[in-house]
């Protein structure tokens, strides 16, 4: 087994660092993916502080990766080299279940392998993509297509899936209006998806001090919530609210927004339980619900729509060396909109 030149938390908590660590062969249906650019999500944050729970050390994160094919195995029939591809959050699951029969591996019900801080089939570590290499299995990486560069796709693997899935699968469109909780590394994605699906878009964020680059980015609408007269003057006007951010908010009040019928789904996840007054949710037929990236299949959709539409993240392209000063300026929210590493 080979090793690679990767950026590690050798511990909890712990600054990442430059460090080697194993690279499996590439197997039968495996493809050796070079690894060019890897977003930094706020959930590598939290896994590296064990946020969500004991994790596995040293810990290479990264899930948002974009890079060119360099090996195939002998039965790859997907990609060849040089092909442009991408890794999102996960790298293996059961194939057998219900959820992974449907196209829905996300919810896989045996048990997703996550890109890192996981184990693999063989009881292996699994390393995420703040290296320069990774292996994959053909049918967990993604085609990007020619027209998106691989520094503003890379974001896309975990935070335009995201926003992506739960839009389609609420049918945003022509004729609704939906408002997106927070403007940040996901809620950016939201507003220039759901714009280009057709949808009325509101942004909700605490100030308005990003409220020109959430008017450029598609969005009609930009309100403080911090502002009481928001929740008063919006009442009953949404169809669909995501709320995107990680802190717990006042879930009554932004269900208050909806129109009877319509659904408030959460796609970032606090550390502390939410409450809810069902008086909330019974008084106009509401829905809370929730939404976690997306499959395959409707990864390779998001991309293929992202291209279509022109539309990539917005991002700071960064070296390795500046991972723990992006991880610390994520936290003080001064980042528009998402810190891409160049590996």
Wanted: aromatic share 6%; proline share 5%; hydrophobic share 40%.
């Amino acid at each position: 087994m080979a090793n690679v030149s990767a950026y590690a938390a050798p511990a909890a908590k712990a600054p990442l660092e430059l460090t080697t660590v194993p690279l499996r062969e590439t197997g039968h249906h495996d493809v050796l993916i070079d690894v060019h650019y890897c977003g930094i999500c706020h959930s590598d944050i939290h896994q590296v502080n064990e946020d969500w729970g004991p994790a596995i050390f040293p810990m290479v994160p990264g899930h948002e990766i974009a890079g060119v094919v360099s090996a195939v195995g002998a039965g790859v029939t997907k990609y060849q080299v040089g092909d442009r591809v991408g890794v999102g959050c996960f790298v293996d699951t059961c194939r057998k279940c219900a959820n992974c029969l449907a196209g829905d591996e996300q919810y896989c019900t045996g048990g997703m392998i996550g890109t890192y801080n996981s184990r693999d089939k063989q009881g292996e570590p699994t390393y995420g993509g703040y290296g320069k290499q990774i292996v994959v299995d053909e049918n967990y990486a993604v085609r990007i297509p020619d027209s998106l560069s691989l520094d503003v796709a890379a974001p896309l693997l975990c935070a335009g899936i995201t926003l992506y899935s739960p839009l389609r699968h609420w049918k945003a469109g022509p004729g609704q209006k939906v408002a997106i909780v927070g403007l940040g590394g996901l809620g950016h994605m939201g507003v220039k998806i759901a714009h280009a699906l057709g949808a009325e878009v509101t942004v909700l964020s605490q100030s308005l001090r990003k409220k020109d680059d959430g008017l450029r980015l598609g969005a009609s609408d930009f309100r403080a919530t911090s502002d009481p007269a928001t929740f008063s003057e919006l009442a009953g006007t949404f169809d669909l609210i995501i709320n995107t951010v990680s802190a717990n908010i006042p879930l009554d009040s932004y269900l208050g927004l909806l129109r009877t019928g319509g659904t408030l789904v959460n796609v970032g996840a606090p550390e502390n339980p939410s409450p809810v007054s069902m008086f909330a949710l019974i008084g106009g037929r509401k829905s809370l619900a929730g939404s976690m990236i997306g499959g395959i299949r409707e990864t390779q959709e998001m991309l293929d729509f992202c291209a279509e539409h022109g539309i990539g993240s917005e991002i700071e392209v960064i070296g390795g060396e500046q991972i723990n000063e992006a991880y610390e300026r994520i936290l003080a929210s001064d980042v528009r909109y998402r810190f891409v590493i160049a590996l």
